[in-house]
């Protein structure tokens, strides 16, 4: 395919034959490429220190293909896109091996993507290696994938070594949440329906709910996660990614510096969590050993390779406060956590309950209209208000019924992608709106940070909540305090 507004790129993938790649990009690329979205002049060439031939790389991701894609391989396609995977060999620590790249980089035809999919001590070397081989040019682009850091002043120290090299708009930093079509679709709900434009504040909406929730557990990763937990691991980027999306004010257009300055302030506008209110703002938990759809799994302590004395949390719940003139006085309650009773992404929008009742034969209080955005398993909106049941006796009953906008019944004949699909996409096209800029990553750690001080200086442990539950018990008193609960 040949697209005259798009220039074909030399996407290089370091860490090609990790985890990342096998499970994500490939089968992204692949999606890509069924679609005819891939440049025709556009080649891949896969980066790693093992022993490996072009070849052996083709057959990996082949199989990586069979092992993972939801659908059989169209060989058509395949052959498309094994014809573009090429392989090097080349150790990321040894700076001369990356002279190998002038061989296959053509930077007069192509630009240069190059996707870091590796643990982030090797950012400096594959940076300083890229420099000193001489194949960057200034349209050359670097993606970087989380974690950008564990805390504020670790991840301004791998912005620091990305700086030395590329240029801000050269960098695509990735939260592959931005990339789902409810996420993005929050833009259009919000800015292009005058119904949500001008009730979308504190005269209207009571509360915001927003939930991440897996049913996996720790899955061989006990190591990292116990050095990170759900805080870090989950509510840092994609909860807090979500958040600015829904509070945001109106930006300028959709250009990708007006967008980011808009979530900057919200970040900017977080009312802070410290030693002084972390208690009765946040909730941190630890699942012990339950049953998850009928099958019995072990708690957090009881995994492969964990510390028993581990206190890392694989649940957090926590109230939100913005603090200004659109949000003032409405919570955002998020929670995330590990071995919930399912996998479920999603926004609900609380509206506030009307001041008056005539229909009092139906509902002593009348609940309140929600808007439930499912960003997964299923993505689609649906809005939660109050009809009357049909009849002639003369008296009028009232019903909660949904109107259901479902993504995949009502864009039949449209493609649902996944988020990396849409960023890959993105940033081989050069548009770094969907990425995330290097102030919202650092307001994030510095907000989140605070919280994970104040948890250590209370020394507290994290309340266990057993598997196959939405959490401790605490998560719904944090609610209930409030007067209100969770959806569930």
Same mark, same amino acid.
């Given at each position: 395919m040949k697209n005259q507004n798009y220039k074909p790129c030399d996407l290089v993938i370091y860490g090609a034959l990790g985890d990342l790649s096998k499970r994500k990009l490939l089968i992204s690329l692949y999606r890509l490429e069924k679609s005819q979205?891939?440049?025709?002049?556009?080649?891949?060439?896969?980066?790693?220190?093992?022993?490996?031939?072009?070849?052996?790389f083709v057959e990996i991701a082949h199989n990586s293909l069979i092992a993972h894609l939801n659908t059989p391989i169209d060989e058509e396609i395949w052959g498309r896109l094994s014809n573009r995977l090429s392989y090097l060999r080349i150790d990321l620590t040894q700076p001369e091996q990356y002279l190998q790249l002038n061989a296959v980089v053509d930077s *007069?035809?192509?630009? !240069?993507?190059?996707?870091f999919a590796v643990a982030p001590f090797l950012f400096k070397s594959i940076c300083q290696g890229l420099q000193s081989c001489g194949v960057l040019t200034a349209e050359s682009r670097m993606v970087m994938e989380k974690p950008i850091g564990h805390d504020l002043k670790s991840s301004k120290e791998i912005n620091d070594v990305v700086e030395e090299v590329f240029q801000e708009d050269q960098v695509y930093r990735i939260d592959h949440y931005l990339g789902k079509e409810t996420v993005l679709n929050l833009l259009a709900l919000r800015f292009a329906n005058s119904i949500f434009t001008t009730n979308w504040n504190h005269n209207t909406i009571d509360h915001i709910q927003i939930t991440v929730g897996e049913d996996i557990g720790i899955e061989g990763r006990w190591e990292y996660f116990d050095k990170t937990g759900q805080l870090r691991d989950m509510l840092q980027n994609h909860l807090l990614q979500i958040l600015t999306f829904v509070a945001m004010e109106p930006p300028a257009d959709l250009e990708? *510096?007006?967008?980011? !300055?808009?979530?900057?302030?919200?970040?900017?506008?977080l009312r802070p969590i410290t030693v002084r209110n972390v208690e009765e703002k946040t909730v941190r938990g630890q699942y012990t050993a339950g049953f998850i759809k009928g099958t019995a799994v072990p708690g957090y302590l009881e995994e492969d390779g964990a510390n028993k004395e581990s206190t890392t949390e694989s649940f957090v719940a926590i109230r939100v406060d913005i603090d200004n003139w659109r949000w003032a006085g409405v919570?955002?309650?998020?929670?995330?956590?590990?071995?919930?009773?399912?996998?479920?992404?999603?926004?609900?929008?609380n509206f506030k309950q009307l001041p008056h009742n005539i229909f009092k034969d139906s509902f002593r209080d009348l609940p309140a209209n929600k808007l439930v955005i499912h960003l997964q398993p299923n993505e689609g909106v649906d809005v939660v208000m109050l009809n009357k049941v049909p009849g002639i006796d003369g008296n009028i009953k009232l019903q909660q019924t949904k109107l259901d906008l479902s993504f995949s019944e009502t864009f039949k004949k449209n493609s649902i992608f996944g988020g990396y699909e849409k960023l890959i996409l993105e940033a081989l096209r050069g548009n770094t709106t969907l990425f995330l800029s290097r102030e919202e990553i650092e307001q994030a750690w510095a907000w989140v940070d605070s919280i994970q001080d104040a948890w250590a200086q209370n020394h507290s442990a994290p309340k266990s909540y057993p598997a196959g539950s939405w959490g401790p018990i605490a998560s719904v008193a944090l609610l209930a305090r409030d007067g209100r609960a969770w959806e569930e």
């Open positions: 979205l891939l440049e025709a002049d556009t080649r891949i060439i896969g980066v790693d220190r093992l022993d490996e031939t072009s070849a052996g *007069e035809k192509r630009v !240069m993507v190059n996707y990708a *510096e007006s967008i980011h !300055m808009e979530k900057i302030k919200v970040l900017k506008a919570p955002f309650y998020m929670r995330t956590g590990k071995r919930m009773p399912n996998k479920r992404t999603e926004i609900v929008v």
